[in-house]
């Protein structure tokens, strides 16, 4: 593999990764992509998938030989003994943690596509004005029509199902069908237009399938996703974009490569290939390309930039505005609100659905709120008890038998998704004298929520209560925990878009200004986070990028 010369390396398999191995492959461009994780193969290597509940151990719960080994990975709510081989080994991938921040990290070929929780929303123009609108952090170099078509193309590619608002602020989608409400989401619905002018309860978009596309089978209601899907109901790179690459036989996939940087020709001011890792042998090598694109996600990709030392760049490469790893951001999800109803005892639901409801931003659309800017939204579960109700509670005989097997009392559960501004203080760097066990410098988070966040998640809390409450439901009961950055898995900025190389680090089209033929287009080019659920706009940024490369690189310009 050293002895070639690609067309282009892309750093990282996962939703951007594989998003721009497809587009580059598709366009003729002999791409080599580097994992640094294990190979995994779409249906074959997901070995629990289709396994029973009996059939793993410790009723699916983390031993503490788990904990042990995965300190952080193990606080998720997704890991189980089902989930648990998809996330990393934290004894053997360390960082620091100035500030908490809880990383959460699949190294494996696919990435967190395997498992990430599949919402996929559109941004509209008052989030890519917000930053302009209000002086804060840097201007967005792109609006919405900029990127309306590549939304459209990879909705159109992905499959997503669920239910347009109509609202300005979420802009419509291509979309199946959305998954049926169940009756209390259909009651809540109708209680909040009731109430409400400017609010909906709508059935998520989701990169889930509700009906066969492109030969990918339709969700089967199991909700055991993050095993891995092997009827390809959901998107992830494994079943959708990778194979969609390896058709054109331009790919070239190589797991177990950690990238370690980028090799600069000074001279002719562009880079020529990038250096790794074999994780096996832990030999470093490098091999050539005329672009890279670095997808690795936010912290890894942002490191590996920073790592890219010369004379030309000496705080690493692309740095000239001394803004490489500032500006980090992660939604918070600290309230919310709990709810249960003794109506609609006589209805039910199908299947276990992997989809959940959504109720648009509605604060700082319209008008100006005194205590914070910004917005938020929420996500919106609802359950009847099954049987496992009866499992901590007194009782037995037939009488206890019967009513533990018929449905219990509908609960519901909501929690606020809000946004959080840049901010050049809550950072990530290198390490300049502590490496893990490949040699790469360990990578060190600092990040704290600030004011605004907090008088958001106050106001946050509050509003759904009140919706409940006008809704009808009853014992209502609004939360406000700590949220500690990172666990919401939205980690996003530290290389960020802008218009002026002098406050930012990459342009319009992802391109780190000083060094052209490098784009970065993973959650590390985000100049803020709208509440949103950000991964459609990180596979949209790439789509764009890619074709964007390619015709520069057709043309001479790179």
Known sequence: MTSQVFDAIVVGSGISGGWAAKELCEKGLKTLVLERGRSVRHVTDYDTALKDPWQLPYNLKASNEDRKKQPVQSTLYLYDQSTKQFFVDDVANPYVQDRPFTWYRGYQVGGRSLMWARHVFRYSDLDFEANLREGVGVDWPIRYADLAPWYEKVERFIGASGENSGLPQLPDQVLQPPFDMNALEKHLRAGIAKAYGDRKLICSATAVLSREHKGRGPCQGRNQCARGCPFSAYFSSNGVTLPAAAATGN?????????????????????????????????????????????????????????????????GLGNDSGQLGRNLMDHHNGAGATATYSGLRDRYYRGRRSTSMYIPRFRNVTTREAKFTRGYAYEVYSWRGHWTRGVDGPGFGADFKNEITRPGEWTLYTEGYGETLPNPDNRMWVSKDETDAFG???????????????????????????????????????????????????????ARMGRDPKTSVLNAHNQVHAAPNVFVTDGSCMPSSPPQNPSLTYMALTARAADHAAAQLKSGAL
Do not use: W
């Open 440 to 494: 790469l410098p360990k990578i060190a988070v600092s990040m704290a929520y600030g004011p605004n966040e907090a008088a958001m998640e106050t106001q946050m809390r509050d509003d759904v209560v009140e919706m409940l409450e006008k809704a009808g439901l009853e014992n209502v009961q609004g939360f406000l925990r700590e949220t500690v950055p990172g666990f919401v898995i939205h980690e996003m900025g530290t």
């Open 251 to 315: 790919l070239t996939l190589q797991p177990d490569a950690i990238a370690h940087s980028l090799v600069y020709d000074e001279a002719r001011k562009r880079v020529t290939g990038v250096r790794y890792v074999d994780a096996h042998t832990k030999q470093v090598a490098e091999v050539s390309a005329r672009l890279v694109f670095l997808c690795a996600s936010t912290l890894n990709s942002t490191a590996v930039l920073l790592n890219s030392r010369s004379s030309r760049f000496p705080d």
